[in-house]
DNA sequence: CATTACCTGCAA
DNA sequence: TTGCAGGTAATG
């Protein structure tokens, strides 16, 4: 599912209605992989008792702060969703983990492809963790001079560099094809390529892109759903994503899908030309 | 950088 | 039946 807009709002929502309430007990968790630490034991002995004292996103990681210095930090990877149900509802054979609160209402993590992860982190995990992703692109840190500075750098292609978790934090598959459209950049430029004007343009298209994803509450192709339940819309408002063969917002050409680092990648090929940039240098 | 693996459901 | 899917880690 969920990259950076829908993790923004699979977090607040679940902020909004269980921050304050305490973890009595994990109810259910039959598929192991799923915890990647601590240890199963430890985890399960860990979090009974904790209070829930916040909720963020750090890339594409939903962050629970609990009390007594832990955090409870899960990753939605492809087919994952965390909602809240009231007592009494039943899981189905796809949520894989259940947290009971103290108000009797349950937290479920549901996931068909079963890629999805949780971690209990102490102070120092959590460090780690911040420390493994790159600048988040919402905040104010995140300047096109910044921005420069990360791809000039680097000699790879520009889609498979904003898919670098390392570099920008919770860019994914879509919202790196929406921000290229946005800034009339072919998927294949390579990064250390981009004119000033041209990385101005990038660091807006991210940015407009993120935040017309977080304006209509993410996108829902299948699975992702926000912490009441609730689908997104933002797949109504794509401009180059899953819209082969549809006529660009622009200019009208088809849209046209390629194989990028052995992700799908869609784009104009107009208002993305690469011809335009090999002629400039001569190529 | 490319390939494979991890899983399951769904559309072609 | 085959290929593909919002992600990431491991392996040549």
Redesign the pocket.
Known sequence: ???LP?VEHAARSLGAQIIGRRIVAVTKLDWE?MVETPTIDQFLDLIRGREIRAASRR??WIVLTLDDGWTLAL?L???GSVTVHNSGSQPDQYTHLVLLLDDGRQVFFHD????GRARLLDAQGLAALDTAHGIEPLTDAFTPEVLGTLLRRR???IK?LL?N?TVIAGI???YADEALWNAQLHPLRLANSLTDDEVARLHSGIRLALLQGIEYGG??????RNGYGEAGSNQDHFNVYDQTGKPCARCGTPIEKMVV????THFCPFCQRLEDYERHIGA
Do not use: C, D, W
């Open positions: 599912m969920p990259e829908e992989r890339a594409k990753h990877r492809m087919s068909t492809r079963k890629f000699s790879t292609r498979p898919l978790q994914g598959n879509i996108s829902t192709l299948r699975n992702y680092g052995q992700r799908g």
